[in-house]
């Protein structure tokens, strides 16, 4: 499957901005999804992930309440809708995707694909 995000952008403290990732290929219903972000200097971080029927989401602690990851088995398409937006989640955020894992994974390695990333940017 080949991952396609998009969405970022600039935007101020307190915003709000949606990203979206587009899948092609066939049977997006047997992958799980997940969004990490990446800051410069930085370690790939989990910010949330999607069970393949869309029924089962997880976050880190820094998007709970603020994010919300959905998706669109239809469109193939999975999305990350951020609120209340903070300087400390500027980064390049990738969505990546993986037939296998059980639950929703919260480390990278769990993943198989990843796709290319979109910037985020959260100027105060």
């Known amino acids: 499957v080949q991952l396609q995000a998009s969405g970022g952008g600039l935007v101020q403290v307190g915003g709000s901005l949606g990203l979206s990732c587009a899948a092609s290929g066939r049977n997006f219903r047997d992958y799980v999804m997940g969004w990490f972000r990446q800051a410069p200097g930085k370690e790939r971080e989990f910010v949330a992930g999607i069970s393949r029927g869309g029924g089962s989401t997880e976050y880190a602690d820094s998007a709970k309440g603020r994010f919300t990851i959905a998706r669109d088995n239809a469109k193939n398409t999975v999305y990350l809708q951020m609120h209340s937006l903070r300087p400390e989640d500027t980064a390049v955020y990738y969505c990546?995707?993986?037939?296998?894992?059980?639950?929703?994974?919260?480390?990278?390695?769990?993943?198989?694909?990843w796709g290319q990333g979109t910037q985020v940017t959260v100027s105060s």
């Open positions: 990546l995707a993986d037939r296998f894992l059980r639950g929703t994974g919260s480390s990278p390695y769990e993943y198989e694909y």
